[in-house]
């Protein structure tokens, strides 16, 4: 947007018209963060902004994804239960039984979707990675969570590939959470206050997990504290 260089005399603006243009300025960039984000390429998305005064408080009981996975959890004998703080030993036997397909071989169709879903999402409370995945679909991180979630994609990617990748994404977005409660009650805080819905059952754990918002637990009050940062073994 052009604005006209108006000046009063002596070719000086006005204070009124300086503030004007100020608030214009800053009505556009709070509108461009609102702008939608795209759940691919995201890259490191925050929410930015002063949002931390009026942040309520979410229970990880509202973010916690309970139960057997409806599409394979009888398949491979899981169940979002079984990763807990309370039980350590069954979160890190869970997370294995998930990290058992990271080398299923993907043909070129499969990689290319496996590559597109693994730079979506990453394991950075653990190891600080970006991704899970290089571009050539290597591995970015090896932490017994990303391997959990590599798996648990290429698996998802050969044994139901009717299942589109927002849906995957979504899936690992829940172990995620699962594996770092604590952190994403603070996103969650976030996320509600800026209204992002993510209780949305087919892209909530994508806004929740994935790098879409990507760091927006900052935003969270200095008050504001959730309960274990991580389960399971890094």
Not at 35 to 46: F, L
Request: glycine content about 10%; proline content about 2%; some cysteine.
């Amino acid at each position: 947007m052009e604005y006209e260089n108006q000046t009063m005399k002596g070719g000086k603006k006005s204070n009124t018209e300086t503030t004007v243009q100020y608030i214009i300025i800053a009505v556009l960039a709070i509108l461009l963060v609102y702008n939608g984000v795209k759940i691919y390429g995201a890259g490191d998305s925050n929410i930015s902004g002063n949002i931390a005064t009026g942040i309520g408080s979410v229970s990880a009981l509202d973010i916690l994804p309970k139960g057997t996975p409806d599409i394979y959890g009888s398949e491979l004998g899981v169940s979002y239960n079984d990763v807990s703080a309370s039980n350590p030993q069954l979160a890190d036997a869970t997370m294995e039984k998930l990290a058992e397909y990271e080398d299923i071989k993907l043909d070129s169709t499969q990689m290319e979707r496996y590559v597109k879903i693994g730079s979506s999402i990453a394991c950075e409370y653990c190891c600080g990675a970006k991704t899970l995945v290089f571009s050539n679909g290597e591995r970015a991180c090896g932490c017994a969570h990303s391997y959990a979630m590599r798996g648990l994609a290429k698996y998802l990617l050969t044994e139901h590939p009717d299942m589109t990748d927002e849906q995957i994404l979504n899936e690992l977005g829940k172990w995620k959470v699962l594996f770092f409660p604590g952190v994403h009650e603070k996103k969650a805080e976030v996320l509600k206050a800026n209204g992002v819905d993510y209780t949305d059952d087919s892209l909530g754990y994508i806004y929740l997990a994935s790098n879409v918002y990507r760091g927006a637990e900052n935003q969270a009050t200095a008050s504001s504290s959730g309960g274990s940062q991580m389960v399971g073994g890094c």
